[in-house]
């Protein structure tokens, strides 16, 4: 049996851009509805969601279907979860809050077997099928996609070398976190966050790498795409939950 490739790591590496989803509401049944869209990833989050290893695998299962790159957020940069969730399927990882380049070294080596890195060996997984991917131990790499958040100054600071690190796919800007680090909170737009966005972007252009962000209104997609983004989240499943269910009963409320 042969892993399923990652379709979106390859387009990333052509420069096509990818639109995906992100996943906040823990549930494998919404997950599932999100994946049926036609998006190119979704982005299950274990960060700022009430999500465990468990729920994230039942998502995986759900995704499993279709043709979509399911990503995972890891709650933090800790390399007995990028193990486990790996183990469990999860092989397009986001790390929240990366700020230099030898922590992005560590992150790769935590991915990826002996002699490379110091990825815990298990014969058998979700990941590989269950041991009939016979291949995966050597292959692992070639699958995996490794998107670090930039969410500070440091970080920022920092973005040249963070994308050189061999084995970064993608920085992704989580502008909330960003803002709200360089004195900004709600306000993305502001001049001098939405400098250090484009110097993220020109950071991951520089190195052939992936630029991402999180753009849940359209109009920030958009301009973001045609900067050059290539790895966008243009919604949330929470956001339209709450804001479709919000308008809806708006709509009958006003007369
Ligand atoms: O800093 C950000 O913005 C992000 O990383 C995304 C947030 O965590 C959040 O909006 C996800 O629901």
């Known amino acids: 049996m042969q892993e399923r490739r990652n379709s979106v790591k390859e387009a990333l590496a052509q420069g096509q851009t990818q639109l995906g989803l992100w996943c906040s ?74 700020k230099t380049a030898e922590q992005a070294r560590q992150i790769v080596a935590s991915a990826r077997y002996a002699p490379e890195g110091v990825r815990g060996f298990s014969v058998g997984h979700r990941a590989n099928r269950f041991g009939r991917v016979k291949d995966y131990h050597a292959n692992a790499p070639r699958n995996q996609m490794l998107i670090l958040q930039i969410e500070c100054k440091e970080g ?12 970064v796919d993608v920085l992704f800007v989580g502008p909330g976190d960003l803002s709200t680090n360089m004195g900004a909170m709600h306000n ?13 972007l020109k950071a991951a252009q520089d190195a052939g790498k992936a630029a991402g962000i999180l753009a849940p209104m359209q109009a920030d997609a958009e301009r973001y795409i045609a900067d050059g983004f290539t790895f966008v989240a243009v919604g949330a499943d929470l956001g339209l939950v709450a804001r479709g269910s919000d308008a809806l009963i708006a709509h009958f409320r006003k007369g």
Not at 156 to 164: D, T
Not at 188 to 200: K, N, T
Request: net charge negative.
């Open 25 to 98: 509401l823990g549930s494998a049944l919404v997950t599932e509805v999100m994946a049926g869209s036609g998006c190119d990833w979704l982005l299950i989050d274990a960060e700022h969601s009430p999500n465990d290893l468990l729920s994230v695998v039942a998502q995986l299962q759900a995704v499993g279907a279709d043709d979509v790159e399911a990503c995972v957020r890891l709650p933090e940069d800790n390399p007995t979860l990028v193990k486990q969730f790996m183990d469990a399927g999860a092989r397009s990882l986001m790390i929240p809050n990366v």
């Open 188 to 200: 993305a737009g502001a001049d001098h966050v939405q400098q250090a966005i484009g110097s993220v």
């Open 156 to 167: 920022v600071a920092n973005a040249s070398q963070i994308a050189a690190v061999e084995g």
